[in-house]
């Protein structure tokens, strides 16, 4: 499975965004899609989820009411729709490919592939 992120780019608070994740290759089997952050000096953490058995769409407390996760399967593409941003927001965002869907979606320990990332900065 490849994974490219893009989109990513300097906004002002307040401001919105929208990453893109073109996914190729073997994809049978990867049946969650999700964002990651990992902001500088923090560890990596999940954002937002979606499932390609039933488009289900999960996020963290942070981002809910702001983020949309969606997806286009013809055009093999996952979307993170980012409104209201905050400064917090700053950070490398990446996309990540996983077989399950466990309770704890956001643990990148249960992530089996990874984009190379996208960088997002919002200035206050």
């Known amino acids: 499975v490849q994974l490219v992120e893009s989109g990513g780019g300097l906004v002002p608070a307040g401001g919105s965004l929208k990453l893109s994740c073109a996914i190729s290759?073997?994809?049978?089997?990867?049946?969650?899609i999700s964002w990651f952050r990992q902001a500088p000096g923090k560890e990596r953490e999940g954002v937002s989820c979606?499932?390609?058995?039933?488009?289900?769409?999960y996020y963290v407390d942070s981002v809910k009411g702001r983020f949309i996760i969606s997806r286009d399967n013809a055009q093999n593409t996952v979307y993170l729709e980012m409104n209201s941003l905050k400064p917090e927001d700053t950070a490398v965002y990446y996309c990540a490919a996983s077989t399950v869907l466990s309770s704890r979606w956001y643990n990148p320990g249960f992530v089996d592939y990874w984009g190379q990332g996208t960088r997002v900065t919002v200035s206050s």
């Open positions: 290759g073997s994809t049978w089997g990867y049946d969650v």
């Open positions: 979606i499932t390609s058995s039933d488009n289900s769409a």
